[in-house]
């Protein structure tokens, strides 16, 4: 049983990994957005599609929010598949693995925080300096990171 959890425990770690990658990449082409083009009208390269500047925003936020949430499952899942391997050497050999999520907890939070901070940036130009808009948007669309920080900060390595 302690090999099975194992496995769910790497796979879920890898998982949080791809998703905080995927989400700081989000964040950057906000960013990007934000610094680069007018939002009137924007043009996908390849697709040869054309929309509004608010519609990309809107599904760009979306995203963030939804990894934001798979982030936190996935994180539930490492912490209740390192609780129930019953074995101290496993648990102390799996919390080795390396990763962003097996690391101290100081590394932990500060990675699961950099997708919220590269956003706060990204708005903060958007919305050209404008300190309260900016902090709304970004507390309302980093919920989902702040559980998976509360997740990770409750795991003991």
Same mark, same amino acid.
């Given at each position: ?7 769910? =425990? ?5 998982? %949080? ?33 054309? =929309?509004?500047?608010?519609?990309? $925003? ?5 995203? =963030?929010?939804?990894l ?7 994180l539930s ?9 019953? @074995? ?12 962003v999520? %097996? ?7 500060v990675?699961?925080?950099l997708?919220?901070? $590269?956003?706060?940036?990204?708005? /903060? ?6 300190i309260?808009?900016? @902090?709304?948007?970004v507390?309302? %669309?980093?919920?989902? /990171? ?10 003991k390595?």
């Amino acid at each position: 049983m302690d090999s099975i959890l194992s496995n769910n =425990f790497i796979e879920a770690v890898k998982s %949080c990994q791809k998703t905080i990658f995927l989400a700081s990449i989000v964040s950057i082409t906000l960013f990007s957005l934000a610094i680069a083009i007018d939002f009137e009208n924007i043009n996908v390269p390849g697709l040869g599609v054309k =929309f509004g500047g608010k519609a990309a $925003l809107g599904m760009l936020f979306t995203v =963030f929010i939804s990894l934001g949430a798979y982030l936190t499952i996935q994180l539930s899942r490492v912490k209740s598949n390192l609780d129930s391997i019953s @074995c101290t050497n496993i648990k102390e050999s799996l919390l080795k693995y390396p990763s962003v999520v %097996c690391g101290h907890i100081t590394l932990r939070i500060v990675f699961i925080a950099l997708p919220s901070t $590269l956003l706060f940036i990204a708005m /903060y130009t958007a919305f050209k300096g404008e300190i309260l808009l900016t @902090c709304f948007f970004v507390t309302l %669309c980093s919920v989902p /990171y702040f559980f998976a920080a509360s997740v990770a900060f409750s795991t003991k390595t």
